[in-house]
């Protein structure tokens, strides 16, 4: 199922019942999983690896060169999990040797048009990037992360699992887990309590990660003071990973 238009090359690994449009390429050191579909116009190179039953849109740029003036031709990466949709013009880079070499896209993830990822970009699994989600060099995405549209995210930026993002907001700091936040610069509004509800939280659970934001953000608290309160009083499962993503360095978080 390659169109004839299509340039494949001969050292190409790709699955069975893969797809590839018109006038797509497809680099010597890429390998596409089964099932996958490539619509037309597509450029996958650079040692790529793409895994099953993704779908990838006309005009997408997949696997080129970081947009970094330090690299100098390294062989990195760029690895792109399972079940992906990413629509139209998007831009996915390789990684860099200055961080771990690969940017990576886990598994689930609903990526809207003209969404850039940069080098050693790391996302998880479950996420939405609403059209113009723009990622810097070397941003961690957490799992089921949702990303408005013409969202802007500063290099080295933390994005927690379960937070959201409004519209046009511009992050320069972290985003806790669970947290919603928009603006420029952007600032927290809340717990993302809808989409836990639909995620399967329980009320206790969700009442316990709102508490746990009263403490952060509403207590007067220093961060490391509320991270301890939040650890001593702890019983939710869930607040492990609020308490994990605090204790880790990062650029600070939104406020």
Request: one cysteine or more; proline letters at 4%.
């Amino acid at each position: 199922m390659i169109h004839p238009t299509a340039i494949v090359h001969a050292a190409a690994r790709i699955g069975a019942d893969v797809s590839i449009g018109a006038y797509s390429i497809v680099g010597e050191h890429v390998a596409i999983g089964d099932g996958t579909w490539v619509g037309p116009h597509v450029v996958i190179e650079g040692h790529t690896t793409i895994g099953r039953d993704n779908r990838i849109f006309q005009f997408g740029s997949i696997g080129a060169v970081p947009q970094d003036k330090k690299y100098a031709g390294e062989p990195t990466r760029l690895e792109i999990g399972d079940r992906n949709t990413i629509r139209e013009f998007c831009t996915l880079n390789c990684g860099t040797a200055q961080d771990v070499g690969v940017t990576r896209l886990g598994n689930d993830n609903w990526i809207m048009a003209y969404v850039h990822l940069a080098h050693d970009c790391q996302v998880g699994n479950n996420t939405i990037f609403a059209n113009n989600a723009q990622l810097a060099g070397h941003v961690h995405v957490g799992d089921w992360a949702i990303l408005g549209g013409f969202t802007v995210v500063h290099q080295f930026v933390r994005i927690g699992a379960h937070s959201m993002t409004g519209m046009g907001t511009i992050l320069l700091q972290d985003v806790p887990p669970y947290v919603t936040a928009s603006g420029n610069p952007s600032a927290p509004h809340g717990i993302n309590s809808e989409g836990l509800k639909r995620r399967g939280f329980s009320s206790s659970a969700i009442m316990a990660i709102k508490r746990a934001y009263k403490t952060i953000y509403k207590s007067g608290m220093k961060l490391d003071e509320a991270l301890a309160a939040i650890a001593a009083e702890a019983t939710a499962t869930e607040l492990a990973v609020l308490t994990d993503f605090l204790a880790r360095p990062g650029r600070g978080i939104v406020r």
